[in-house]
């Protein structure tokens, strides 16, 4: 008798376009989930049971196309698959929902606060929906929705905390690539912010910076000692 297992007539991820090919409507949809997944490689650099995605097409039914988030967290999955990297997110692969899927409002609207996250909540059942919108005024640009008996309830604050990632996710005013403006970052339960990258290199110059300026001057007052020592006929050897 054959051993049937249906999983052998999917398609692979290998056999599945990597995304939806429509370009993004501005950088900021590329750089916004960059800078997340740029901090987490940081805070998480000894973790290899997570994938961050961007632009990505997630494949969750064998006759549906796939949808692309700007960016999406998935947990208990392995970092790499190989050296070539994911070529896409098959759900029947990867055997594990993504656990955040976030979106990057722009001028154009794409559906993200209806189709999308309808299917995020019914279709796919995501945790956290992460719908950013930066050219928004009248409301709030960051929107974090919990995911409970199937809908999503928008959750109050900046940060958010995440307790299932164990992170928070908050927007401010920062600096990521030379750009200044506001930005989304993870947070830790306090509400302090992840040192991007860029700012824990800042911070190790500045530090540098300081502790040469701090020995220069040491150096400054045991030569001023000497001198006075000197002068008063003293040597600084034989007090030693």
Not at 168 to 194: C, M
Request: glycine letters at 6%; a negative charge.
């Amino acid at each position: 008798m054959l051993n049937y297992n249906p999983l052998h007539c999917l398609p692979s991820s290998e056999e599945l376009p990597d995304s939806n090919d429509t370009p993004v409507d501005n950088e900021v949809q590329n750089l916004i989930p960059g800078l997340l997944k740029t901090t987490l490689a940081l805070v998480w650099c000894d973790r290899w049971d997570w994938f961050f995605g961007i632009d990505m097409g997630i494949y969750y039914h064998p006759d549906k196309p796939a949808i692309v988030p700007d960016g999406f967290l998935s947990l208990g999955v392995k970092r790499v698959i190989d050296e070539d990297l994911r070529l896409s997110y098959v759900l029947w692969e990867e055997k594990k929902l993504p656990i955040l899927a976030l979106e990057v409002v722009s001028q154009i609207y794409r559906e993200e606060h209806s189709s999308k996250k309808e299917l995020y909540a019914k279709e796919l059942g995501i945790l956290y929906y992460v719908v950013y919108s930066p050219l928004r005024r009248k409301k709030t640009p960051l929107e974090v929705y919990h995911l409970v008996d199937g809908e999503y309830i928008l959750m109050s604050g900046n940060p958010v905390w995440l307790p299932e990632i164990g992170l928070g996710i908050g927007r401010e005013r920062g600096i990521y690539q030379g750009i200044v403006r506001e930005w989304l970052y993870w947070y830790d339960e306090e509400g302090q912010k992840l040192l991007t990258p860029e700012e824990r290199i800042r911070e190790a110059e500045e530090r540098a910076v300081f502790e040469e300026e701090r020995r220069v001057e040491a150096e400054q007052k045991v030569k001023m000692l000497i001198e006075r020592l000197n002068a008063l006929g003293l040597d600084p050897e034989t007090l030693l």
